[in-house]
């Protein structure tokens, strides 16, 4: 116990993971908990505490609170947020409603629909927001416009695998029923201009992007969009996956850099100008008028960048940093970093399981805990010359290397990769966006209502460029990206305890918390790859070679689908099949592994036909979009039809000797708030 007492101070700081264990709680079941259920454990729980607030005990009492707290918050946001869901294919239906986002993206547009009128459809069973894309034409759409188009709406995407990211899950929480696509652009029926401060954020916002894409051309003006105000959507895909693969994605998502960065540049700015006159600097508190300033500037980036988690979590810390510089206080960086934390996780539970809020507290966790332990011993004291650039230049390497080796559970969790030379392209990158980029884009805002916005593009444009260029030269070097398999969900917890081991121990037994993280990343060496992949709807199937690589017996090897089954397999392609052994033709698929054989049905057949021909051919398995039943076929054939697909969503297969082994995205009856009803889901993914 003395261990534990002499960390007692650091260990307060994990008060945030209690409330994630609370929220964990609430999603992992199948069924949605009963909401009385929250209430009674919240209040029990807070009775527990203020009975006990004076007593020694309470210590034990806390985390019970916490995880209460985080399971009310999850299911109070749940409900709160509560919407009908498109239940069925709905087409060429006149869709009406308000314009509450504009997502621009390449060569389409997609917007966000309130106060939403469906033809056919009864008010009751209307969604509060649909997401409806059609093809750009350049028109310009102002967020608040009521418009009117034919479209097709479709229910919420169901995860394309097992223990996939949930989409449907996603959309729920930002209050959006159905998915679908227009004919054709919009009619605009009444326009209510900039009322309202968020229409007016939410315009200038796009404004802004459009201008900066309109003067910079290309891929350069879209990277310099999606740093000022967050719209990736425009980037070219080429231009997208170097710099993911280059290991600088995390430029294009508006967080702790480009925020911190912004409220730096005015602070000192301001700052500066003040200090110029001796009265001002004698007479009033220049230090705590820059910080009031530049936490309004940071608050107005914030409204322009829409609020992203990591930049919502940047504003707190920035906000707490610059409140104790008006109150004669310092900012702790790691109690700042916990209150951000919980705040996020108490009005917005459901971001716990986005890779944006993972890998944000992550860097800065990591980042924070490095420099208190490490800094005194590594920088060289001074703030002249060149111990300034030495200090700047060793802080970027070491930061990039802490925040990388941080990240990479996450990393590899989320999106199967990791960039092998992540490191070299930041330690380049990050003193051009600190010193060229973020101020040029800071001095186009400023100037942008003179018309001068042109003078701060030029900067900008000969930073983002070198920028480009640098991981185009990165990914074309030999294993720049390495396609790797996930960690388990287990592996992720262990992988994150050992970090938050490291990070907030402070004696040299934190070391213990390396080989757990290491344990946790090892986790995807267990991983066993399916033999076959079913998509919910069939449209793709997917099987594997006796050589480990995959290929696909139905659908493109370009869906979005088949390019998430092979990311999480660790692969990059898929083989043709023309180049596979698999007997396949327009209609059948006779797909043998061992001793198992499986007959695909790739085209609509009657169901008891199609029963008939793999009781023919002594199939094991017959997958087929039909509905099957057992009189089809009396032999030992199992079905994977229509009505199994619909009702439990995607199936994974593992064909062993002696044993067939199948999971499925749904494995019981059970049903959440953002799932349809057991049994009535009917949807592809693939056109989202």
């Known amino acids: 116990m ?35 259920l929250s209430i009674g454990a919240l209040a029990l729980c807070t009775g527990l505490l203020l009975l006990t607030w004076r007593r020694p005990f309470r210590i034990y009492i806390m985390p019970f609170f916490l995880i209460a707290l985080g399971f009310s918050a999850s299911s109070f946001r749940a409900h709160l947020v509560s919407t009908p869901l498109i239940t069925e ?24 629909l309130s106060h939403v009128k469906i033809e056919g459809l009864p008010a009751d069973a209307t969604p509060l927001r649909v997401r409806l894309s059609f093809r750009d034409d350049g028109a310009v759409w102002q967020v608040g416009d009521r418009v009117r188009m034919q479209a097709d709406i479709f229910p919420l995407p169901q995860p394309v695998m097992p223990d996939s990211y949930d989409f449907a899950r996603h959309f729920y929480f930002r209050r959006i029923g159905g ?26 916002r796009h404004r802004i992007g459009e201008d900066m894409r309109a003067k910079m051309p290309g891929e350069t003006g879209a990277v310099a969009a999606a740093m000022t105000v967050g719209e990736t959507g425009p980037i070219p895909t080429e231009a997208k996956d170097n710099l993911r693969n280059s290991g600088l994605a995390h ?5 702790g850099l480009h925020l911190g960065i912004v ?14 006159s001796t009265t001002l600097a004698l007479r009033f508190p220049i230090k705590k008028i820059a910080a009031c300033i530049a936490l309004i500037g940071a608050g107005i980036y914030l409204f322009l960048a829409g609020a992203p988690v990591p930049a919502l979590r940047a504003f707190i810390m920035v906000a707490v940093l610059f409140g104790g510089f008006m109150l004669d206080r310092s900012g702790i960086s790691l109690r700042t970093l916990s209150l951000a934390a919980g705040f996020i996780l108490l009005i917005f539970p459901e971001s716990m399981f986005g890779a944006s809020f993972q890998m944000s507290f992550a860097a800065t966790l990591a980042i924070i805990c ?63 966006a600190t010193f060229i980029i973020m101020p040029g884009l800071v001095i186009s805002l400023l100037l942008m209502p003179l018309g001068l916005q042109w003078l701060g593009y030029i900067p900008v444009k000969f930073g983002i460029d070198i920028m480009l260029r640098l991981a ?27 970090l938050l081991w490291i990070c907030l121990i402070r004696q040299r037994w934190r070391l213990f918390g390396i080989p757990v993280m290491i344990m946790g990343l090892a986790t995807m060496l267990l991983h066993t790859p399916p033999d076959m992949l079913i998509s919910h709807d069939m449209r793709q199937v997917m099987a594997r070679l006796p050589d480990g690589r995959y290929t696909l017996l ?50 609509k057949w009657d169901g008891g036909r199609a029963g008939e021909v793999a009781c023919a051919s002594n199939a094991d398995i017959l997958v087929a979009w039909q509905y099957l039943h057992r009189e089809d076929c009396l032999g030992p054939v199992q079905f994977i039809g229509r009505g199994e697909l619909e009702a439990y969503g995607a199936h994974e297969l593992w064909l062993k000797p002696g044993e067939i082994k199948i999971t499925r995205v749904r494995q019981n009856p059970g049903q959440r708030l953002w799932q349809l009803p057991f049994g009535g889901m009917d949807d592809g993914y693939d056109e989202y």
């Open 2 to 36: 003395k261990l534990f007492s002499a960390e007692r101070e650091r260990l307060v700081f994990l008060w945030p993971v209690g409330m994630m264990i609370g929220i964990a709680a609430y999603f992992a079941p199948p069924d949605e908990p009963a909401i009385y």
């Open 472 to 498: 185009a030269w990165v990914v074309s070097l030999p294993y720049a990206s390495l396609h790797l398999p996930a960690p388990s969900d287990a592996g992720l917890i262990i992988s994150a305890a050992g």
């Open 554 to 603: 139905k659908g493109s090897a370009h869906s979005f689908t088949a390019q998430n089954w092979l990311r999480a397999e660790g692969q990059d392609e898929a083989v043709p099949l023309k180049d596979s052994a698999v007997e396949c033709d327009r209609e059948i698929c006779d797909y043998q592994i061992g001793a198992h054989h499986i007959l695909i049905i790739k085209t």
């Open 263 to 276: 409220a730096a540049i005015i602070f000192f700015n301001v700052r500066f100008l003040l200090a110029l």
């Open 89 to 112: 294919e709905l087409h060429y239906r006149m869709v009406e409603g308000d314009i509450d986002e504009v997502e621009p993206v390449e060569k389409r547009v997609k917007l966000v």
């Open 370 to 432: 490095f420099s208190e332990s490490f800094a005194p011993y590594l920088y060289r004291r001074g703030n002249f010359g060149w111990r300034k650039i030495y200090n700047h230049g060793l802080s970027i390497i070491f930061t990039s290397l802490v925040a990388t080796l941080a990240t990479a559970p996450f990393v590899l969790y989320n999106f199967n990769r990791l960039a092998s030379f992540g490191l070299i392209s930041n330690i380049i990158v990050v003193p051009l």
């Open 251 to 255: 430029m294009l998502a508006i967080a």
């Open 179 to 204: 998915n679908g696509f227009a004919m054709r652009p919009p009619e605009v029926i009444s326009s209510t201009g900039n009322s309202g401060i968020y229409n007016y954020f939410s315009n200038l």
